[in-house]
């Protein structure tokens, strides 16, 4: 099956600072990539869809300003996390989807932890 | 907003059917219908996904309705590594994900 890598895997930060989180497709091209979050005993929430080459859209309430997408090559996408709040602390999860197929492949998550 | 109605648990024994319900009943023409499952702490794995016609994989079955507005994932012989929290979402463009249903399979 396809797989999705996402880097880190967890990662620590102080209060304030910037932290970039990694989601690649690795065998194949993803035309289109989805951001989510998930707290603890919670559904996943989509915090944005972004198409190669494209600006993400961001659903409502996510401040596109914070959560930085960018989505330059068909294997690449990043998220990152500015100016980053205690708040902010959760489990990050990315997935992609290739041209022409509707199911979408997971990377296995990041944990980020703002102290 | 989700979609789909799911119930919020199901028990199963091990080595037994596990049949997982799903309503959607604001299931456009052309929408496909996704199964999904997450276990603790990990990202959700692709399970199942079909138009109209039931589908067969290695990992499951998929049933869906004559009208759509509903599905059945069937696992046929649960074993404790399903247990987990299932996903049922339909919309091509708009991957939003409900609450799912937290499968707990018994030995």
């Known amino acids: 099956g396809a797989v999705v890598s996402q880097h880190p895997s967890w990662v620590i930060c102080k209060s304030g600072t910037s932290v970039k989180i990694e989601c690649r497709s690795l065998?194949?091209?993803?035309?289109?990539m989805f951001w989510y979050r998930q707290f603890p005993k919670q559904s996943l929430m989509l915090m944005a869809t972004s198409n190669e080459g494209s600006k993400a859209t961001y659903e409502q309430g996510v401040e596109k300003d914070k959560f930085l997408i960018n989505h330059a090559s068909l294997t690449l996408s990043t998220l990152t996390v500015t100016s980053a709040h205690p708040e902010d602390s959760s489990f990050y999860i990315c997935?992609?989807?290739?041209?022409?197929?509707?199911?979408?492949?997971f990377g296995p998550g990041t944990r980020l932890t703002v102290t | 907003d989700a979609k789909t109605t799911q119930p919020n648990s199901m028990e199963s024994n091990e080595e037994e059917p596990v049949h997982l319900p799903c309503n959607h009943s604001?299931?456009?023409?052309?929408?496909?219908i996704h199964w999904y499952r997450q276990l603790p702490s990990q990202g959700p794995e692709y399970v199942i996904h079909?138009?109209?016609s039931n589908v067969n994989n290695r990992m499951a079955s998929l049933a869906i309705a004559e009208d759509r507005k509903s599905s059945t994932l069937i696992l046929h012989r649960a074993t404790l590594r399903d247990a987990a929290v299932y996903y049922c979402i339909h919309n091509n463009n708009d991957m939003r994900f409900g609450a799912g249903t937290r499968l707990t399979v018994k030995p």
């Open positions: 065998d194949f091209q993803a035309t289109t």
């Open positions: 079909g138009l109209t």
């Open positions: 997935s992609a989807r290739s041209s022409g197929r509707y199911e979408q492949y």
């Open positions: 604001t299931i456009s023409g052309t929408d496909y």
